[in-house]
C-alpha cells in the first residue's frame, strides 16, 4: 500500500448550534459580570473548549457548596436537574442557563406528561450528565435502559409509559433499544420528534458515508464526548478502522503506514482549530491532499438567555408580543 496521501472530511463536523450557544453564554457572562465565573461541570465535554475558558477566568465545579454568594452561574449545555436549580435558587446566585434547547425540550416533555399520569423510558448511558438532568426532573418513575436486555428490568407501576432518550446517543443503537421497548410496551408513547439531536444525527450520516470511503477514521473529540465516541463506534461498526484524538499530538504514525486514505470528522463539542492541527499533523505524515464530502449545511441558530445582550433574542420576543 502506498504511503498516506489523502483526506476526506466530513461535512457537517464540529460545533453544534448548542455547543456555539453554551460557549458565548461563558464568554458573554465574563465580558460583563468580570470573573470568576462559575460552571456546573465542564460547559461542553471538550478539554481545549474547556481550558480556554479556564484561562478567561471560568471556574468548573460540581458541588454549588464551591460556589461563593452572590456570584454569576452557568449551568452546562447537558441540563441539570430540579434539585441542582432549585438549590441554586435558594442560594441567590445570578444563574445563566445554558442547558441545550434540545435537551429543554426533553425536560419540558417529561414535565407535561408527568403531570399527565406518565411513566418514563429513559434511554442513555448512566452517569452521563445529560441523563442525571433529564432523570433528575422527577424523583420518581424514571427507568434508564443502555442496552437491549435492559428493557426486561423495567417494572412501571401504571400502564401509562413513555419513552425519551439521551440526546447524544447513537442513531442506531437507539433505533434497536427503542424497538425492544416497543415490543414489550407496544403502547408506549413515542416523542412527537426523535430526541436525538439533528447534529448528532448529521454528524453520523456524514460518518456513514466517509467511513466506506477511507482506510482509517480519525475522529477529533475529547474521552468524556458522547457523540464523538459514538462516530468512532460508528465508524468501526462500518468495518473502518477509527481512532479519538483531543488533539493533533495524539495522532500515531503506525495508524497510518499501510492506510493511504483518511476520513476525519469531529464531534459535536470539539473545535474547527483542532480540526486544522490535525490536518496540518496528517500533511507532516505526508498527506498530499484534504477535499471536504458534500453534506448538510446546517443553519441552525439558538438564541442567548436575557440578560447577555442578545439583541437577537429581544427583538424575536417584542414580534411575538
Given at each position: 500500500?502506498?504511503?498516506?496521501?489523502?483526506?476526506?472530511l466530513?461535512?457537517p463536523?464540529?460545533?453544534?448550534?448548542g455547543?456555539?450557544?453554551?460557549?458565548?453564554?461563558?464568554?458573554?457572562?465574563l465580558k460583563?459580570?468580570?470573573?470568576?465565573?462559575?460552571?456546573r461541570?465542564?460547559i461542553?465535554?471538550?478539554?481545549?473548549?474547556?481550558?480556554?475558558?479556564k484561562?478567561?477566568?471560568?471556574?468548573f465545579?460540581?458541588?454549588?457548596?464551591?460556589v461563593?454568594?452572590?456570584?454569576?452561574?452557568?449551568?452546562?449545555?447537558?441540563g441539570?436537574?430540579?434539585?441542582?436549580?432549585?438549590?441554586?435558587?435558594?442560594?441567590?446566585?445570578?444563574?445563566?442557563?445554558?442547558t441545550?434547547p434540545?435537551?429543554?425540550?426533553?425536560?419540558v416533555?417529561?414535565d407535561k406528561?408527568?403531570r399527565?399520569?406518565?411513566e418514563?423510558?429513559m434511554?442513555?448511558?448512566?452517569?452521563?450528565?445529560?441523563?442525571?438532568?433529564?432523570?433528575?426532573q422527577l424523583?420518581?418513575?424514571?427507568?434508564?435502559?443502555?442496552?437491549v436486555?435492559d428493557?426486561?428490568?423495567?417494572q412501571?407501576r401504571?400502564?401509562?409509559?413513555?419513552?425519551v432518550?439521551q440526546?447524544?446517543?447513537?442513531?442506531?443503537?437507539?433505533a434497536?433499544?427503542?424497538?425492544?421497548?416497543?415490543?414489550?410496551f407496544?403502547?408506549?408513547?413515542?416523542?412527537?420528534k426523535?430526541d436525538?439531536?439533528?447534529a448528532?444525527q448529521?454528524?453520523?450520516?456524514a460518518?456513514?458515508?466517509?467511513?466506506?470511503?477511507?482506510?482509517?477514521?480519525?475522529?477529533?473529540g475529547s474521552?468524556?464526548?458522547?457523540?464523538?465516541n459514538?462516530?468512532r463506534e460508528?465508524?468501526e461498526r462500518?468495518?473502518?478502522?477509527a481512532?479519538m484524538?483531543d488533539?493533533?499530538a495524539?495522532?500515531?504514525?503506525?495508524?497510518?503506514?499501510?492506510?493511504?486514505?483518511?476520513g476525519l470528522?469531529?464531534?459535536?463539542?470539539?473545535?474547527?482549530?483542532?480540526?486544522?492541527?490535525?490536518?496540518?499533523?496528517?500533511?507532516?505524515l505526508?498527506?498530499?491532499?484534504?477535499?471536504?464530502?458534500?453534506?448538510?449545511?446546517?443553519?441552525?441558530?439558538?438564541?442567548?438567555?436575557?440578560?447577555l445582550?442578545?439583541k437577537s433574542?429581544?427583538?424575536?420576543?417584542?414580534?411575538r408580543?
Amino acid at each position: 500500500m502506498p504511503p498516506l496521501a489523502e483526506v476526506l472530511l466530513a461535512e457537517p463536523r464540529g460545533f453544534c448550534a448548542g455547543v456555539d450557544r453554551a460557549i458565548e453564554i461563558v464568554e458573554r457572562a465574563l465580558k460583563r459580570f468580570g470573573a470568576p465565573v462559575y460552571v456546573r461541570h465542564e460547559i461542553v465535554h471538550n478539554t481545549y473548549v474547556v481550558n480556554d475558558l479556564k484561562a478567561k477566568g471560568a471556574v468548573f465545579i460540581e458541588d454549588l457548596a464551591e460556589v461563593p454568594a452572590g456570584a454569576t452561574l452557568v449551568f452546562s449545555a447537558h441540563g441539570v436537574s430540579k434539585a441542582v436549580r432549585d438549590e441554586a435558587d435558594r442560594r441567590g446566585f445570578r444563574v445563566f442557563d445554558a442547558t441545550c434547547p434540545l435537551v429543554t425540550k426533553v425536560h419540558v416533555e417529561v414535565d407535561k406528561l408527568a403531570r399527565e399520569g406518565y411513566e418514563f423510558v429513559m434511554i442513555g448511558h448512566k452517569g452521563h450528565p445529560e441523563v442525571e438532568g433529564t432523570m433528575g426532573q422527577l424523583s420518581d418513575g424514571i427507568y434508564l435502559v443502555e442496552e437491549v436486555a435492559d428493557v426486561a428490568t423495567v417494572q412501571p407501576r401504571s400502564g401509562k409509559l413513555a419513552v425519551v432518550t439521551q440526546t447524544t446517543l447513537s442513531v442506531d443503537d437507539a433505533a434497536e433499544i427503542l424497538a425492544e421497548v416497543k415490543r414489550r410496551f407496544p403502547h408506549v408513547r413515542e416523542p412527537k420528534k426523535q430526541d436525538i439531536c439533528y447534529a448528532t444525527q448529521n454528524r453520523q450520516d456524514a460518518v456513514k458515508l466517509l467511513a466506506p470511503k477511507v482506510d482509517v477514521v480519525v475522529v477529533v473529540g475529547s474521552p468524556t464526548s458522547s457523540n464523538s465516541n459514538r462516530l468512532r463506534e460508528l465508524a468501526e461498526r462500518l468495518g473502518t478502522p477509527a481512532y479519538m484524538v483531543d488533539d493533533a499530538a495524539d495522532l500515531l504514525a503506525e495508524w497510518f503506514e499501510t492506510r493511504p486514505r483518511v476520513g476525519l470528522t469531529a464531534g459535536a463539542s470539539a473545535p474547527e482549530v483542532l480540526v486544522r492541527e490535525v490536518i496540518e499533523r496528517l500533511r507532516a505524515l505526508g498527506a498530499t491532499s484534504v477535499r471536504s464530502l458534500p453534506g448538510v449545511r446546517e443553519t441552525v441558530h439558538f438564541p442567548l438567555p436575557f440578560g447577555l445582550g442578545d439583541k437577537s433574542m429581544r427583538e424575536a420576543a417584542a414580534s411575538r408580543s
